[in-house]
């Protein structure tokens, strides 16, 4: 089956940055969407955002609108996710999971794996 990691994650100031990257064991990235999830402790796992197949279509959740951008790179089957003007609510575990549709992207089941922590503190 298809196993993604998770890596990139850290500790970072208030309005810094990280890059996040999901990167596929499968032998092609290309007929799956790809969404990122986060949870904060305490807290219900929430989409982030997500990406299809050809990387046309794209969404956010409203809160990270404007600050984070997802991409992928299908040769090299990885998908990534640029955050930046970090804020403390982002801080979490973030994980990446595949979808066979886009608009799916947002339905909260998968494997999930060890994900990767996020932590915005000053």
């Known amino acids: 089956q298809l196993h993604l990691v998770e890596s990139g994650g850290g500790l970072v100031q208030p309005g810094g940055s990280l890059r996040l990257s999901c990167a596929s064991s499968?032998?092609?990235?290309?007929?799956?969407?790809i969404a990122w999830f986060r949870q904060a402790p305490g807290k219900e796992r929430e989409g982030v955002s997500c990406i299809s197949s050809n990387g046309a279509s794209i969404t956010y959740a409203d809160s990270v609108k404007g600050r984070f951008t997802i991409s992928r790179d299908n040769a090299q089957k990885t998908a990534f996710l640029q955050m930046n003007s970090l804020k403390p609510e982002d801080s979490g575990v973030y994980y990446c999971v595949v979808r066979l549709a886009f608009n799916v992207c947002f339905n909260d089941y998968g494997d999930w794996g060890q994900g990767t922590q996020v932590s915005v503190s000053s």
């Open positions: 499968g032998p092609i990235l290309d007929p799956y969407a």
